[in-house]
C-alpha cells in the first residue's frame, strides 16, 4: 500500500504521515535531508530526536531500492521524507559545482525519473505500508529565477507520477489531511 501526503511548507503534512504510521509495529523513517549548514543540522537533530525512539531511521537521498524491498517486514511501516529533498540532492548531485543556469535540465529531469520509477518499483515490491512525504510547490506565482523554475517544474511532475502511482494520496493544509484520492 502506498501513501502519497502533500501539502505546502509547515502544512502540517509530517504530522499527518505519522499519524498514519502510528499504529504500525515498527517504522522504517527514510531521511532524505543532508547537513550542509548549523541550521540543517539544528532541524536534522530536532526531527531525530522528535521520533519515537523505536522508529529506526536510515538517512539516504538515492538507491532507495537498496532499502525498500521485498524482504521488509509487513508489520513495519516506512516512512520516507521528503521527496521534494530527495528531488533536490539528485539535482545537485547531478548538477555538479556548475552553475545551474548553465545545467541541463531534460538531463537532469530524466535522471530523477530515473531513480523515482525505481522508487516506485521498489514501493510495489515491498509488503510494507509505505507513506512518502513531499511538498506540493506549483500553487504560487512563477519563481523569478531558471533553478527555482525548473524546480518547480521537475517536482510538480515528480509529484503527478507518485500521485498516479499511489494508492492514497493525502492533501494537508493547515494541519488538516484531506484524502483526495
Excluded at 545537485?92 to 559545482?97: I, L, P, S, Y
Aim: charged share 25%; proline share 3%; glycine share 6%.
Amino acid at each position: 500500500m502506498l501513501t502519497l501526503v502533500t501539502g505546502g511548507a509547515r502544512s502540517g503534512k509530517s504530522r499527518h504521515a505519522e499519524s498514519l504510521v502510528a499504529n504500525a509495529k515498527g517504522v522504517l523513517y527514510i531521511a532524505t535531508s543532508q547537513i550542509f549548514d548549523e541550521e540543517m543540522a539544528a532541524r536534522i537533530q530536532h526531527h531525530r530526536n522528535s521520533r519515537p525512539a523505536h522508529w529506526r531511521t536510515e538517512e539516504r537521498w538515492q538507491d532507495l531500492a537498496e532499502i525498500i524491498t521485498a524482504d521488509n517486514a509487513p508489520d513495519e511501516a516506512i516512512l520516507l521524507e521528503c521527496i521534494t529533498t530527495m528531488v533536490t540532492n539528485l539535482l545537485f548531485a547531478q548538477g555538479g559545482e556548475s552553475d545551474p543556469d548553465g545545467w541541463d535540465y531534460a538531463q537532469l529531469e530524466a535522471r530523477v525519473q530515473e531513480e523515482i520509477e525505481r522508487l516506485i518499483a521498489a514501493c510495489a515490491r515491498c509488503p510494507a505500508p509505505i507513506v512518502l512525504v513531499t511538498n506540493e510547490v506549483g500553487m504560487g506565482i512563477v519563481p523569478e529565477n531558471r533553478l527555482a523554475r525548473h524546480f518547480r517544474d521537475i517536482a510538480g511532475r515528480v509529484n503527478q507520477r507518485l500521485a498516479q502511482a499511489a494508492d492514497n494520496v493525502w492533501l494537508v493544509v493547515s494541519g488538516i489531511g484531506v484524502k483526495i484520492k
